[in-house]
């Protein structure tokens, strides 16, 4: 073999080192392709966990509004009857509702820490943070009807009118309750800014019911009695309150603002742009 040919071989041997084998590029290309698809694969299964996640929160913390309705149930039914017994079975249940309060708080802590919502996502978690809240305090509103109730005894001198009045507040605080939930899932904001409406009629029948227990007589144990009631009836417009709180929260997630539905800097019964008499 001449020396040429010998040189051209080696050349040659070096140039077909220095190339990719047959069909490398395309397997590259096909591997990244892969691992592109993968990758989005697997954002794709964690973005729909985290959605599932977030669905269970809030319908956990929206169950939380139909125990607060069974206990203003019980605790209006002990309240008409002056039951005792009852009253402490509302105060026993608490535990439930206090326990959905932590369940739900532990899970949206957890949430935040794990998977950093944004934009709406992060506005509903701050939304279900503060109507757990609201929930807790109607809990225990509740409560401190049910404790009221046995501190002028089994057979109090109780006045009808008053207790009329007080059932009348509490089937609106119950509606008010049901309505806010019905708003939140829906977010329907027409079902939310109507909250205000029937808060008010809650705040008339308040000032009614104050009226009412200072106008009771000189007997000393029915004023006594009288006075838990006004109590009662405080109990009952913070339920209505908390409502309307939650359905402001529904204006958040929908909107993106924040806005109270009610400017509380006015008088109760005066229009906002009414000036001092």
Same mark, same amino acid.
């Given at each position: ?52 996640? /977030?669905?269970? %929160?809030? @319908?956990?913390?929206? *169950?939380? !509004?139909? #125990?607060?309705?069974?206990? &203003? ?37 957890? /949430?935040?820490? %794990?998977? @950093?919502?944004?934009? *709406?996502? !992060?506005? #509903?978690?701050?939304?279900? &943070? ?42 609106? @605080? ?104």
């Amino acid at each position: 073999m001449s020396r040429g040919s010998s040189a051209s071989g080696e050349d040659g041997q070096e140039q077909s080192a220095d190339r990719d084998p047959p069909g490398g590029e395309a397997a590259g290309a096909g591997a990244t392709a892969a691992a592109t698809s993968a990758a989005r694969a697997e954002t794709h299964h964690t973005r729909a966990h985290f959605q599932q996640q /977030l669905q269970e %929160l809030e @319908a956990n913390a929206l *169950g939380g !509004l139909d #125990l607060i309705i069974e206990q &203003l149930d019980r605790v209006l039914e002990a309240l008409e009857h002056q039951d005792v017994e009852l009253a402490q079975m509302v105060i026993a249940d608490d535990d439930r509702v206090d326990g959905r309060y932590l369940e739900v708080h532990q899970g949206i802590l957890s /949430l935040l820490a %794990l998977q @950093a919502p944004v934009a *709406g996502d !992060l506005r #509903l978690v701050a939304a279900l &943070l503060h109507t757990i809240k609201h929930i807790e305090r109607m809990g225990d509103q509740c409560v401190n009807i049910a404790k009221l109730i046995p501190l002028s005894g089994h057979e109090p001198p109780v006045r009808p009118e008053v207790l009329r009045a007080l059932a009348k507040m509490g089937a609106h @605080a119950r509606s008010e309750v049901a309505q806010c939930k019905a708003a939140f899932a829906g977010r329907e904001m027409g079902l939310a800014e109507d909250l205000v409406r029937q808060d008010r009629d809650i705040n008339r029948l308040n000032r009614e019911i104050f009226r009412m227990a200072i106008e009771i007589g000189e007997d000393h144990d029915t004023r006594e009695w009288a006075m838990h009631m006004i109590l009662v009836a405080r109990a009952l417009e913070r339920i209505g309150d908390n409502a309307v709180d939650i359905g402001e929260q529904v204006a958040f997630v929908v909107t993106g603002l924040f806005r109270e539905f009610s400017d509380s800097s006015q008088a109760a019964g005066l229009p906002a742009d009414s000036g001092p008499a």
